[in-house]
C-alpha cells in the first residue's frame, strides 16, 4: 500500500478503461485528481467542483463523469484537456 499526497478525501475512483488512468473524487477538496495507475503520481488536479462523489470514465477515457453533490449536478471532465467541458443539472444528493 501507499499513500497519495495532495488528496484530501479519497472518496470513490475510477480505472480508466485501458487501465493507465485513475480518477480520485476529492469531496472535501472540490476536486477530482488524475493519477498515474502505474507510477501513482498526480497528473492534474481538476477543481472548482461542488463535493464530487461519484466518478466514471466513458468507454473511450477520453472522459469522466463525476456525480457533484453540493450543486446536485453531473460533471463532464475533458481527460487530456484537464478541464470540465460541461455541467448538467441532475436530481437532489447525486452519488
Known amino acids: 500500500t501507499d499513500t497519495i499526497a495532495g488528496v484530501g478525501v479519497p472518496y470513490r475512483l475510477a480505472f480508466s478503461p485501458d487501465g493507465r488512468t485513475v480518477a480520485v473524487a476529492d469531496p472535501e477538496g472540490n476536486a477530482v485528481h488524475l493519477l498515474d495507475a502505474a507510477t501513482r503520481r498526480p497528473l492534474a488536479s481538476v ?8 466518478v466514471q470514465f466513458a468507454p473511450d477515457g477520453a ?12 460533471a463532464v471532465i475533458d481527460v487530456a484537456g484537464r478541464a470540465v467541458r460541461a455541467r448538467h443539472p441532475v436530481g437532489a444528493v447525486p452519488d
Open 47 to 54: 477543481g472548482g467542483l461542488g463535493s464530487p462523489r461519484g
Open 63 to 74: 472522459t469522466v463523469f463525476a456525480t457533484l453533490g453540493a450543486e446536485n449536478a453531473v
